[in-house]
T-cell receptor, first 113, second 112 residues
Framework: GAGVSQTPSNKVTEKGKYVELRCDPI?????LYWYRQSLGQGPEFLIY????????DSGLPNDRFFAVRPEGSVSTLKIQRTERGDSAVYLC???????????FGSGTRLTVV | GENVEQHPSTLSVQEGDSAVIKCTYS??????FPWYKQELGKGSQLIID?????GEKKDQRIAVTLNKTAKHFSLHITETQPEDSAVYFC???????????FGTGTRLTIIP
């Protein structure tokens, strides 16, 4: 597609449930990033993929968070045993090479109740 | 890690006037300096960026200036219009880091 697509756009889940957030990057972009943005703050880095592998996962807050990109294109961010503090907008971005020209998706607003 | 500060946090300007937002960073190896615009319900949109080998870049009403010695870069918007109202983020890319570190954002309001 023309841009980065994220689904769903909104997700409401109960505390303790498992959720998956999907990111469809721009075709051909090898670099893919996940960021999390809480209200009133800038996006915080979670994880970076170069191709299929996670080149840097230092931003994942704990082991409840996991992300995959099995074929080097679509990525899924998985959150287990969700907590109310996980509520945020989760942003995905892709870049052709990873060193400039990032394009962001519209984000998934996750609300844990 | 990279420390990024943005000033001011809020800015209101009359339509037609200019707006300037400044971003300071700590990593002297940073080599890529983008500005993003975020409107309600939308993802962050890249509006202008600059590489470390140039000091200024302009695209119509928007410009970015870079001072590598002082470790800051600024967004300049001239002839502001109501549609410029948004939150703007700087996000320098650290050298060898390959991840953007975002500033805290500046809410720009254009007063008609």
């Amino acid at each position: 597609g023309a841009g980065v697509s994220q689904t769903p756009s909104n997700k409401v889940t109960e505390k303790g449930k498992y959720v998956e957030l999907r990111c469809d990057p721009i075709s051909g972009h090898t670099a893919l990033y996940w960021y999390r943005q809480s209200l009133g703050q800038g996006p915080e880095f979670l994880i970076y993929f170069q191709g299929t592998g996670a080149a840097d996962d230092s931003g994942l807050p704990n082991d409840r968070f996991f992300a995959v990109r099995p074929e080097g294109s679509v990525s899924t961010l998985k959150i287990q045993r969700t907590e109310r503090g996980d509520s945020a907008v989760y942003l995905c971005a892709s870049s052709l090479t990873g060193d400039y020209g990032y394009t962001f998706g519209s984000g998934t607003r996750l609300t844990v109740v | 890690g990279e420390n990024v500060e943005q000033h001011p946090s809020t800015l209101s300007v009359q339509e037609g006037d200019s707006a300037v937002i400044k971003c300071t960073y700590s990593d002297s190896a940073s080599n890529y300096f983008p500005w993003y615009k975020q409107e309600l319900g939308k993802g962050s949109q890249l509006i202008i960026d600059i590489r470390s080998n140039v000091g200024e870049k302009k695209d119509q009403r928007i410009a970015v200036t870079l001072n590598k010695t002082a470790k800051h870069f600024s967004l300049h918007i001239t002839e502001t219009q109501p549609e410029d109202s948004a939150v703007y983020f700087c996000a320098p890319l650290g050298g060898g880091n390959e991840k953007l570190t975002f500033g805290t954002g500046t809410r720009l309001t254009i007063i008609p």
